[in-house]
């Protein structure tokens, strides 16, 4: 089994910043891309930014410039780095990422538990 373990979210003014970071473990023999969604009340989960095993990103209109994912894949850990935080960035973020287990010979998708991010003066 994998788990994918969140960290770093909270509250901060406008124009803060924000580091988020997901470590998976388990019997973890690679993962593939990883990516952070966040979800805002009454809205529907939307992907905000996808890096690959080798390090190739995209991201949601509204963030670029503000927002950067990167990966150690060492630690199987991914980050979402965020800038410029504005009010409208509010919402739940969660960790997604693609393992292929020890004893698989396919990729599951894995989700982190959620963290709430909210930016208010």
């Known amino acids: 089994q994998v788990q994918l373990v969140e960290s770093g979210g909270g509250l901060v003014q406008p124009g803060g910043s924000l580091r988020l970071s997901c470590a998976a473990s388990?019997?973890?023999?690679?993962?593939?891309?990883m990516a952070w969604y966040r979800q805002a009340p009454g809205k529907q989960r939307e992907l905000v930014a996808r890096i690959t095993r080798g390090g190739d990103t995209n991201y949601l209109d509204s963030v670029k410039g503000r927002f950067t994912i990167s990966r150690d894949n060492a630690k199987n850990t991914v980050y979402l780095q965020m800038n410029s935080l504005k009010p409208e960035d509010t919402a739940v973020y969660y960790c997604?990422?693609?393992?292929?287990?020890?004893?698989?010979?396919?990729?599951?998708?894995?989700w982190g538990q959620g963290s709430q991010v909210t930016v208010s003066s």
């Open positions: 997604n990422a693609d393992v292929l287990g020890r004893t698989s010979w396919r990729s599951n998708n894995y």
């Open positions: 388990g019997s973890i023999f690679s993962i593939y891309d």
